[in-house]
């Protein structure tokens, strides 16, 4: 017993080390998105109102994306306490990472009934490179995958304590405040537990009914679910936005133009164009070069030496003499549907909840292979060999990870804006105007968030192209306001004072260089590694 807690509260240890070092410095700024949850978190803390002015929504809609709840009310309290920075904005999703490795321990030992392969397969979650990414930025789909495996623990612990359905219900109403990912994964999940325990169900109708409690929680959050705002978010990821179904319709459709037969408009129909495009996506998804070789982009979503671990897990799994691991095998199905029916593939975001799962494998499939080998001195050896492969791969993660990725990839995580917005607040006392670039994206929100602009006052008069003395321009994409593209800009144009020198621009290398005869330089704005990423300039 002391033995197993022992190991279990070093792999929690390693779970938080990897999670929570160099935090607020890694990745080196926050997203866009994380600016957005951390704002409206901030918003609703002080006002009780999104930046909309929305009285505690369920649906917020940020950049017209209309994010769920569940991770920008989880950030008030680290907000409210650490204020509008990287730690009070990603230490929920840092611990919801280190709490989904403690409880996934409690789910493998409940399902295995076996402490070794729950300290095991915990250990390979702990050092999940894709757990690990997803849980050190906030990503509501990390919310999202922590009560979907508390839920599951208690599930599955419902067939020795039948009460324990309850909590699974809540929790796993809970989860679908998070992500959307889960609306896609629970109906598969429940659906092979109800296959499974159905006589179970009947037999203790009363509490089978009260786990509807779940269906209580997840009322006031179905009207937002069928609102203009909830389709539009799924209709902005769709599959039928992805490059390969457009493509593929028109072909088909020009198949068809040409040769108008009834074999044609069955085969080349757009309803085949998109079944395929949905296959496609889905083997994206579980292909190995995803899964083992850049699923993560820096590398892949699990280690390359697991990938034996992992086939092999596959097996064991189904070996498992519990009905309840048909309720994985459908979570492990399911889970990349949510990338097989959107676009932009694949995706490890969409398919986090498949994570836990994922090490699950690689920890039957090592357990499964050790106990194949007799004798100490193998075993020993065995394990020896291991040891080393991993600290060489883990050390690799570890240095692609915090070191050459962040500084590699920087502008591509936001570097810059933070320095950028310290650079304005600065100075901003000479100017009367501020006209900041959106070449990046939509700069409004890192202005509110790093300046903890007050929500009211932004409430009544803001909006993303204006408040203050701050005017915001547009990027390619937008499809409004004002863009500093390659075309000619009529600066002086926009200069609304007496003279040019009140009006500070803050522009992209690209956009100062193009029009550097019409501007003074005054400064250049680095990010914490990305060069060059601003240039602050007033009119000549």
């Given at each position: 017993?002391?033995?197993?807690n022992?190991?279990?509260?070093?792999?929690i240890?390693?779970?938080?080390?990897?999670?929570?070092?160099?935090?607020?410095?890694?990745p080196?700024?926050?997203?866009?998105?994380?600016a957005?949850?951390?704002?409206?978190?901030?918003?609703i803390?002080?006002t009780?109102?999104?930046?909309y002015g929305?009285?505690?929504?369920?649906?917020f809609?940020?950049f017209?994306?209309?994010?769920?709840?569940?991770?920008i009310?989880?950030?008030?309290?680290t907000?409210?306490?650490?204020?509008?920075?990287?730690?009070g904005?990603?230490?929920?999703?840092?611990?919801f990472?280190?709490l989904?490795?403690?409880?996934?321990?409690?789910?493998?030992?409940?399902?295995?009934?076996?402490?070794?392969?729950?300290?095991?397969?915990?250990?390979?979650?702990?050092?999940?490179?894709?757990?690990?990414?997803?849980?050190?930025q906030?990503?509501?789909?990390?919310g999202?995958?922590?009560?979907?495996?508390?839920?599951?623990y208690?599930?599955?612990?419902?067939?020795?304590k039948?009460?324990y359905?309850?909590?699974?219900?809540?929790?796993?109403a809970?989860?679908?405040?998070?992500?959307?990912?889960t609306?896609i994964?629970?109906?598969?999940?429940?659906?092979?537990f109800?296959?499974m325990?159905?006589?179970?169900l009947?037999?203790?109708?009363?509490?089978?009914?009260l786990?509807f409690?779940g269906v209580?929680?997840l009322?006031p959050l179905?009207?937002?679910?069928?609102s203009?705002?909830?389709?539009?978010?799924?209709?902005?990821?769709?599959?039928?936005?992805?490059?390969?179904?457009?493509?593929?319709?028109?072909?088909?459709?020009r198949?068809?133009?040409?040769?108008?037969?009834?074999?044609?408009?069955?085969?080349?129909?757009?309803?085949?164009?998109?079944a395929?495009?949905?296959?496609?996506?889905y083997l994206?998804?579980?292909?190995?070069n995803?899964?083992f070789?850049?699923?993560?982009?820096?590398?892949?979503?699990l280690?390359?030496?697991?990938?034996p671990?992992?086939f092999?897990?596959?097996?064991?799994?189904?070996?498992?003499?519990?009905?309840?691991?048909?309720?994985?095998?459908?979570?492990?199905?399911?889970?990349?549907?949510?990338?097989?029916?959107?676009?932009?593939?694949?995706?490890?975001?969409?398919?986090?909840?498949?994570?836990?799962?994922?090490?699950?494998?690689?920890g039957?499939?090592f357990?499964?292979?050790?106990?194949?080998?007799?004798?100490?001195?193998?075993?020993?050896i065995?394990?020896?060999?291991?040891?080393?492969?991993?600290?060489?791969?883990?050390?690799?993660f570890?240095?692609?990870?915090?070191?050459?990725?962040?500084?590699?990839?920087?502008?591509?995580?936001g570097?810059?804006?933070?320095?950028?917005?310290?650079?304005?607040?600065?100075?901003?006392?000479?100017?009367?105007?501020i006209?900041?670039?959106?070449y990046?994206?939509?700069?409004?929100i890192?202005?509110?968030?790093?300046?903890?602009?007050d929500?009211?006052?932004?409430?009544?008069?803001g909006?993303?192209?204006?408040?203050?003395?701050?005017?915001?321009?547009?990027?390619?994409?937008?499809t409004?306001?004002?863009?500093f593209?390659?075309?000619?800009?009529?600066?002086?144009s926009?200069?609304?004072?007496e003279?040019?020198?009140?009006t500070?621009?803050?522009?992209?290398?690209?956009?100062?260089?193009?029009n550097?005869?019409?501007?003074k330089?005054?400064?250049?704005?680095?990010?914490?590694?990305?060069k060059?990423?601003?240039v602050?300039?007033?009119?000549?």
């Open positions: 017993m002391f033995r197993n022992f190991f279990l509260i070093l792999i240890l390693i779970a938080g080390i990897l999670r929570l070092y160099d935090l607020s410095g890694t080196p700024s926050l997203s866009h998105d994380e957005a949850i951390g704002y409206n978190a901030y918003s803390l002080k009780g109102r999104d930046e929305l009285t505690f929504p369920l649906l809609r940020s017209d994306d209309y994010k769920l709840p569940g991770m009310y989880a950030s008030i309290p907000v409210a306490v650490f204020g509008l920075n990287e730690i904005v990603r230490l929920p999703s840092a611990l990472g280190i989904t490795v403690f409880v996934f321990y409690f789910l493998v030992k409940e399902l295995t009934k076996d402490k070794t392969k729950s300290l095991v397969v915990s250990f390979f979650f702990a050092i999940s490179i894709w757990h690990i990414n997803f849980s050190r906030a990503f509501e789909s990390n999202a995958a922590f009560f979907l495996v508390l839920g599951s208690f599930l599955i612990a419902s067939s020795r039948i009460i359905l309850v909590f699974a219900g809540i929790f796993y809970i989860s679908l405040y998070f992500y959307y990912s609306r994964i629970l109906p598969f999940m429940l659906l092979a109800i296959v325990y159905w006589r179970g009947l037999k203790h109708l009363k509490i089978t009914l786990s409690l209580i929680v009322l179905l009207p937002v679910i069928f203009s705002g909830g389709f539009l978010r799924i209709n902005i990821v769709s599959v039928i936005n992805d490059d390969n179904y457009i493509r593929r319709e028109f072909k088909f459709a198949v068809i133009a040409e040769n108008n037969t009834l074999f044609n408009k069955i085969i080349y129909n757009r309803r085949v164009a998109l395929i495009t949905v296959m496609e996506n994206k998804n579980i292909s190995f995803n899964i070789l850049n699923g993560t982009t820096s590398a892949g979503l280690y390359i030496f697991e990938a671990f992992f092999l897990g596959i097996y064991y799994l189904f070996r498992l003499k519990t009905p309840m691991k048909w309720v994985i095998i459908a979570w492990f199905a399911s889970a990349p549907l949510a990338g097989a029916i959107t676009f932009n593939q694949p995706n490890a975001l969409r398919t986090l909840p498949n994570a836990p799962i994922f090490s699950l494998l690689s039957l499939g357990v499964g292979i050790f106990n194949l080998l007799k004798g100490t001195r193998i075993r020993f065995s394990l020896s060999v291991f040891a080393v492969v991993f600290i060489f791969f883990f050390l690799r570890l240095n692609s990870y915090f070191i050459e990725f962040p500084q590699n990839n920087a502008i591509n995580f570097d810059g804006y933070k320095q950028m917005v310290e650079y304005v607040t600065k100075n901003e006392h000479k100017y009367k105007e006209y900041i670039s959106g990046y994206w939509r700069p409004y890192f202005t509110l968030f790093w300046k903890t602009y929500p009211l006052l932004y409430q009544r008069k909006s993303i192209e204006h408040f203050g003395k701050y005017y915001f321009t547009g990027a390619q994409w937008d409004g306001g004002i863009y593209g390659p075309h000619d800009i009529d600066f002086y926009l200069v609304k004072t003279s040019r020198q009140e500070l621009f803050i522009l992209t290398k690209g956009e100062f260089e193009r550097k005869r019409k501007f330089k005054l400064a250049v704005i680095d990010g914490r590694y990305a060059d990423v601003y602050a300039a007033v009119l000549k």
